[in-house]
């Protein structure tokens, strides 16, 4: 700590901020400066917070940061968390916490669970007592949630997380949940910290509504010094004065934390946003920033769920994300190093590798295909003028329409028509690079006739 004494201070108050330092067992270093005196202190300055308000001091500045676990003991620190069988952080793959926001029956519960793991995330969420801002809306199913919440991870194998709102409520949550969930409103509540603290659970603690980052991080010491040493932090957007989105998500938060902090850092871009189209995207950034993982609200009829329906995706959006977040092996493929679905082991084991051999034989021709459509098109356009737009819109229409209204295998009408829609955009886009350089090479030679 560096106390900067102000210029008109005299040696009575010099002599008065050093005595106080020594008298609490710190030590005191003088630098005498023309205009100013600066005293560097060593020891617990926690002791000598009061310094700012003695006579003579002008500013306090600290120099060690005031979380002592939470932060960095060295560059590049981190920690790893271990929930059951899913490692957390250091080195391990990102995780994907998925499910409802609130857990609503069995029945939603339990058909959530299943698409989200067969769709890769690692641990399923599941609020069971909601922290609502209006007393008149749902408050979760209490204690019966956690019990249809530990039936699920019998079912899916996937270590669960849920909200605990009560310190008197820790017990019970250590019996059937794997993780702990601090909510946003609950960062600062002091007497929850020092409880969940006091747990073997692992902690899941989310971003004040409107805390700093070093809020935050005290917030986490509570934890970390009543010794749970895993904690695990969670940016789920913070209060600005924007409304168009429900909350600000603060992602420059992860690279900030990064440099204070070896905890694994979570990204929620569900509240972080509070709407579905905009979850998708910034789970990617999130990803894209460094996140050792993600928790994403699911709902089987996100219109009717009984909170937070917004911001849930449905089945085939959660689906999609993640075919994204693979393409872009920030997570893995399904199945790969994971085990299956207990029930459907014996269906998806049968023939597998022989229907998949099929499938690449399939895609090997699909592609020589796509070739010779090709270069009809190609020669097509070889065949007009290169100067005027020459796609006959009408037949294009025509194959999408028909696409759209004669499908007849497992894919939908707007499944295939997104098939031809790519073969059409790919094949204007072979055609339009014939004719610019028709075109190009017409100038070059006009170029030289001049
Ligand atoms: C939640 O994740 O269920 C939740 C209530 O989030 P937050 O505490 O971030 O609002
Ligand atoms: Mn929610």
Redesign the pocket.
């Known amino acids: 700590m560096i106390v900067v004494m102000r210029p008109t201070a005299t040696q009575e108050e010099i002599d008065g901020v050093r005595k106080n330092i020594e008298d609490n067992g710190l030590e005191a270093f003088l630098s005498v400066g023309e205009e100013r005196t600066v005293i560097g202190v060593v020891g617990d300055v926690d002791r000598i917070s009061h310094l700012g308000t003695l006579p003579g001091v002008d500013q306090v500045i600290r120099v060690s940061s005031p979380y002592k676990l939470a932060s960095l003991q060295e560059p590049g620190e981190r920690t790893r968390v271990r929930i059951r069988d899913v490692d957390i952080g250091l080195g391990s793959e990102m995780v994907v916490m998925a499910g409802p926001?609130a857990v609503e029956s069995r029945e939603q519960l339990m058909e959530t669970a299943r698409c989200v793991r067969r769709e890769g995330a690692r641990v399923l969420r599941g609020?069971a007592f909601?922290?609502r801002t209006s007393p008149y809306s749902f408050q979760g199913l209490g204690l019966p949630a956690l019990k249809l919440l530990a039936e699920a991870r019998e079912v899916t194998g996937m270590p669960i997380t849920s909200?605990v709102v009560d310190p008197a409520d820790v017990e019970a949550f250590e019996e059937h949940v794997d993780i702990l969930?601090v909510?946003?409103?609950n960062m600062q509540n002091f007497a929850l910290l020092k409880a969940v603290g006091q747990s073997r659970r692992p902690v899941l603690l989310?971003r004040g509504l409107s805390s700093t980052i070093e809020e935050w991080l005290l917030a986490a010491e509570y934890i970390l010094s009543a010794g749970n040493p895993n904690v695990i932090l969670c940016e789920?957007g913070i209060r600005t004065f924007e409304t168009a989105t429900r909350n600000t998500l603060d992602l420059s938060a992860v690279p900030v934390l990064r440099s204070r902090t070896h905890l694994p850092i979570v990204v929620?871009p569900s509240?972080g946003t509070g709407h579905r189209s905009l979850v998708g995207p910034m789970a990617l950034a999130g990803a894209a920033v460094g996140a050792d993982g993600l928790?994403i609200e699911v709902h089987p009829d996100p219109a009717n769920a009984r909170s937070d329906g917004d911001q849930s995706l449905a089945f085939d959006e959660f689906g999609a994300l993640m075919d994204e977040l693979r393409r872009l092996q920030f997570v893995r493929a399904v199945g790969d190093g994971l085990p299956p679905l207990p029930e459907e082991r014996p269906v998806v084991a049968a023939g597998i590798d022989d229907l998949r051999e099929r499938i690449d034989d399939m895609d090997t021709r699909l592609a020589d295909l796509v070739q010779e459509r090709a270069a009809l098109a190609l020669e097509v356009q070889r065949r007009r003028d290169p100067h005027v737009h020459g796609h006959d819109v009408r037949r294009e229409r025509d194959l999408l329409e028909r696409a759209s209204t004669s499908a007849t295998g497992p894919m939908t009408p707007v499944e295939l028509t997104m098939v031809f829609d790519a073969v059409l955009r790919a094949s204007r886009s072979v055609q339009r690079r014939h004719a610019q350089s028709v075109v190009r090479s017409e100038e070059a030679a006009a170029g030289n006739d001049r």
């Open positions: 926001c609020g909601k922290p909200e969930q909510g946003a409103r989310k789920r929620d509240h928790l």
